[in-house]
């Protein structure tokens, strides 16, 4: 692979000998997570900037990389305009066994917890400090805790190689269509985007509109989504006249696959996931 930095040393606040500093290691799957007690609700879902303002809760980040990151070919890229906060987040989660994380938060009972329960599902975790220190915006991250994913600005060279890091219940969770439905959001036609990101909760999609805060919350992203807007992390996002959803899913998807099947890369749950999504967008939908 070309460009690839050399690993990124974190050093742990307030230890100033840097060769007790965990690094991230550029050829492994990372995962940045951010876990401050207590847990929220089951479904709830808020976006970045809402996290910073509300009570402390557990937050999956969504987005490709963070600003200040590296952006290297055949890595997680682009940047994601929601967040997944999972309540329970010790329910029976599966990972990958190549997937390596890093807890970024306040130490504490609750943060320790978290951190045993996804070793102890396969996730090899460390806590790691403050996500607000400087060491947070250099980290490389790769996402394998959700199913939001997307390219923005990005060349032909690069795709997404994490979508085959999830839950093994993504395909349940993830309703495109029928997460707009419930939510009676027109999907098309309406301009498109150079990012798309899907909404994954906790829990099935069906059990959503069951819980207001994560309804409007939901709403609130996809009004993002539709404005071509992403607050959360400042990113504006370059729209194209005439795009329905769908007509984006495929572009944004259909290069990730084509780019990896030219690369002699597989990526199952992506091309299980993008054939289901057209074919529960198909009649009428677009």
Aim: proline fraction near 7%; charge should be negative; glycine fraction near 8%.
């Amino acid at each position: 692979m070309e460009n690839i930095p050399d690993p990124v040393e974190i050093v742990m606040p307030g230890d100033p000998d840097a060769r007790t500093a965990h690094t991230l290691k550029s050829r492994e799957y990372e995962a940045l997570i951010i876990a401050q007690p207590p847990w929220v609700a089951r479904n709830t879902i808020i976006d970045c900037e809402i996290a910073e303002i509300r009570p402390p809760c557990v937050l999956v980040s969504a987005n490709g990389f963070w600003p200040g990151a590296y952006d290297i070919p055949g890595r997680s890229i682009g940047s994601i305009s929601v967040t997944c906060a999972v309540g329970n987040i010790d329910d029976r989660l599966v990972y990958s066994p190549r997937t390596s994380g890093y807890i970024v938060g306040p130490s504490s009972a609750y943060v320790e917890y978290f951190s045993k329960c996804a070793q102890n599902s396969g996730l090899a975790c460390e806590i790691v400090g403050d996500c607000r220190t400087a060491a947070y915006s250099k980290c490389l991250v790769n996402i394998p805790l959700t199913l939001q994913y997307g390219l923005s600005d990005c060349g032909e060279s690069q795709l997404i190689s994490n979508p085959d890091v999830v839950f093994r219940e993504a395909l349940q969770i993830v309703e495109f269509t029928g997460l707009m439905k419930s939510l009676d959001v027109e999907i098309g036609p309406t301009p498109g985007f150079d990012s798309i990101g899907l909404i994954q909760a906790s829990r099935r999609v069906a059990d959503i509109p069951d819980d207001p805060v994560a309804m409007d919350n939901l709403r609130g992203i996809l009004r993002n989504w539709r404005q071509g807007r992403n607050p959360a992390l400042g990113v504006k996002i370059r729209r194209e006249r005439g795009r329905t959803a769908v007509e984006e899913i495929e572009w944004v998807w259909g290069r990730i696959l084509t780019r990896a099947r030219t690369v002699g890369a597989s990526l199952p749950v992506t091309e299980s996931l993008y054939a289901r999504v057209l074919s529960d967008s198909s009649g009428g939908a677009r």
